[in-house]
């Protein structure tokens, strides 16, 4: 059994470890055979009984999958260390393999066959344990990512919310990185004091209320005071960090009360420190804003060479309630809560990012308003530690470029409710949770991604289609995985110790565990596809061998590329190919390698015309 290590909340590591002869020995205890009615029941005491350390994220999963396991006629539990789970040898695809014969009309062994009784029990047995009902009522996404995406049968109802087409525009001091300063109001901040030079302030002891639009160069240090906006002007207001220390312990240090719109420009070759204390104190029972170290309620651009330390010890780093524009700034943020926030957009353009966070590493979300709660990453470089979800977005998440890295402990790496949409870009992602989810759907048109998970690699609870990229999930509950799963191109490695690729029907309904950790997704429609139309994909499984290479609830179709399964040296259920429907092949190549370094072609003679209802019957 391999440690499973996880991030606590003061971001130290956590060694997880469940005892593998004690659940073998509980199980055997319960004499194996239990009822279906008594299933929770020994879940509940397993988990309960054996935990090295508090229940974490997906320790808790492992467990129900292990019991799950031992309702298969085998009663031993076989997990293989993580450290055996190696990427495909990219090597050998691309030639090394020995040259392949065609077969036809013969077994291999169940490598293809259609699915059994047995999975569906133990599939419905998961989903009773696992399963979270959504609450939101959804409107239909309709995708128009790829002209193949169509042929894709998509059988998915509703989903949660639109897709929204994200269209960024910069006003020009949004990208003013240095601001002509001659005419600007200088503000001193001197430890208790604080000095002015100009007209459009008012001070009241260490508080600074800004009453005008205008620019104003802040520099110094204010050991407890404040730094407000507000006012009704319709010009913006720009703040001019030029090293600056602020401190305040029981409220924002920058608190933009009311403005058209604030932008804050770090001067060159500064750095500034922003930092809150852990208790707010608030007008009255009623109010609970502002609730970050630098908060505002209107439009928010933060620019400039300069840099930015946010240190929010009471809630989140940096909150926008309207636009959050991130531009040409180094920016680390240290949040107890989430990092940045920015609830009706949030764009990032040629901004260095680091985030620790105790909840999500950047956040928008509007949930009210359709044309809103987006995210757009147009460049940069990103860095993100979070407890919980890396980057997510309420409606749509657009990435058009950028180096991004991204662990969280218990959430996901990328996620949109509506759409996520990938154009190019770095990402190594290491996630408890999937590394890239949507509720809707996902279109990945390039980028190189280097993704280990121990829940999906890409799930999209609609339509997953993949253009183009170098995509490589190093470990992976399953690798991809929507209602239909469409390949046009780019180079995919998966190593899976589930599916490699799963076509599953129905709205994903996985949810936060009891515990705050995650549940994996279950679909509960028995229909989804999975379409291959180019690019060269290579499927390991990991593990015992318990999944499937690809998996599709209705339909696979091949029509292009080069797609390579390869068998698990040991199995217990584990098929290459696993189809509910139908298998068709028109193009492409399909290959089988075997555990000896062999490989079979399939060919669609071969899968329509084997006994078994047109696929292979399972293995034993």
């Given at each position: ?161 639109t897709a929204v087409p994200i269209d960024v525009s910069y006003d020009s001091e949004d990208l003013e990185t240095v601001v002509d300063n001659s005419a600007a109001t200088t503000i001193s901040l001197e430890g208790d004091a604080v000095s002015v030079a100009g007209e459009g302030v008012v001070v009241n002891g260490s508080s600074v209320t800004i009453t005008s639009a205008g620019t ?405």
């Amino acid at each position: 059994m391999s440690t499973k290590v996880t991030q606590s909340a003061d971001g130290q590591s956590q060694n997880n470890l469940v005892d593998k002869s004690l659940v073998e020995k509980v199980w055997h205890d319960l004499n194996e055979e239990v009822p279906q009615e008594q299933v929770h029941r020994v879940v509940a005491e397993i988990a309960l009984k054996y935990l090295d350390a508090p229940v974490q994220a997906f320790v808790p999963i492992l467990i129900h999958r292990q019991a799950m396991d031992q309702l298969r006629p085998s009663p031993k539990i076989k997990k293989t260390p993580a450290t055996d789970l190696v990427p495909a040898n990219k090597g050998q695809r691309q030639g090394n393999l020995p040259t392949a014969e065609p077969v036809k009309n013969k077994h291999i062994n169940g490598l293809i066959k259609m699915k059994k009784l047995s999975r569906l029990l133990h599939l419905s047995i998961l989903m009773t344990l696992l399963a979270a009902c959504s609450g939101t009522v959804a409107e239909t996404v309709t995708s128009t990512s790829s002209s193949s995406t169509s042929a894709a049968t998509s059988v998915v109802d509703e989903v949660v919310a639109t897709a929204v087409p994200i269209d960024v525009s910069y006003d020009s001091e949004d990208l003013e990185t240095v601001v002509d300063n001659s005419a600007a109001t200088t503000i001193s901040l001197e430890g208790d004091a604080v000095s002015v030079a100009g007209e459009g302030v008012v001070v009241n002891g260490s508080s600074v209320t800004i009453t005008s639009a205008g620019t104003y160069t802040l520099s110094g240090t204010l050991n407890n005071g404040q730094i407000i906006v507000e006012t009704a002007d319709a010009d913006p207001v720009v703040l001019i960090l030029n090293g600056v220390d602020i401190t305040y312990a029981t409220s924002a240090p920058i608190f933009v009360s009311n403005a058209e719109k604030v932008v804050i420009t770090l001067a060159e070759g500064t750095e500034n420190v922003v930092t809150d204390g852990s208790a707010y104190i608030f007008a009255d029972a009623e109010t609970d804003e502002p609730n970050a170290a630098i908060f505002s309620k209107d439009d928010l651009t933060i620019n400039g060479s300069g840099s930015l330390i946010v240190n929010a010890n009471y809630n989140n780093g940096i909150t926008s309630k309207d636009d959050l524009k991130i531009i040409s700034s180094n920016i680390t943020v240290n949040a107890v809560n989430d990092g940045i926030k920015g609830r009706d957009s949030i764009a990032v353009k040629d901004a260095t990012i680091t985030i620790n966070a105790g909840g999500d590493g950047m956040q928008a979300n509007n949930d009210e308003d359709a044309e809103k709660g987006y995210i757009a990453i147009e460049s940069g470089t990103i860095t993100i530690n979070a407890t919980e979800d890396g980057i997510q977005a309420e409606t749509s998440l657009q990435i058009s470029s950028g180096d991004i890295t991204i662990t969280t402990a218990s959430g996901k790496g990328l996620k949109a409710v509506a759409d996520l949409q990938v154009n190019g870009g770095t990402f190594t992602i290491t996630s408890a949770d999937d590394a890239l989810h949507s509720n809707g759907t996902m279109t990945i048109n390039g980028g190189n991604f280097t993704l280990a998970t121990s829940d999906d690699g890409m799930h999209a609870d609609e339509i997953l289609t993949i253009n183009d990229g170098t995509i490589a999930i190093l470990t992976s509950y399953e690798g991809l995985e929507a209602t239909s799963v469409v390949v046009n191109g780019g180079t995919i490695d998966i190593v899976a110790s589930d599916d490699g690729i799963n076509g599953a029907g129905g709205n994903d309904s996985s949810a936060s565990a009891a515990n705050g950790g995650f549940q994996r997704d279950n679909f509960s429609s028995s229909q989804g596809s999975i379409t291959i139309n180019g690019g060269t994909i290579t499927i390991a499984a990991a593990g015992s061998g318990n999944g499937d290479g690809l998996d599709a609830n209705g339909t696979i179709t091949v029509t292009g590329g080069d797609t390579i399964v390869k068998t698990p040296a040991s199995y217990r259920d584990y098929s290459d190919i696993d189809y509910d429907t139908s298998f068709s092949m028109t193009g492409g190549r399909v290959r089988i390698l075997s555990a000896n370094g062999t490989y079979t072609e399939v060919t669609d003679s071969y899968v329509s015309q084997g006994p078994g209802g047109g696929g292979r019957p399972g293995r034993p």
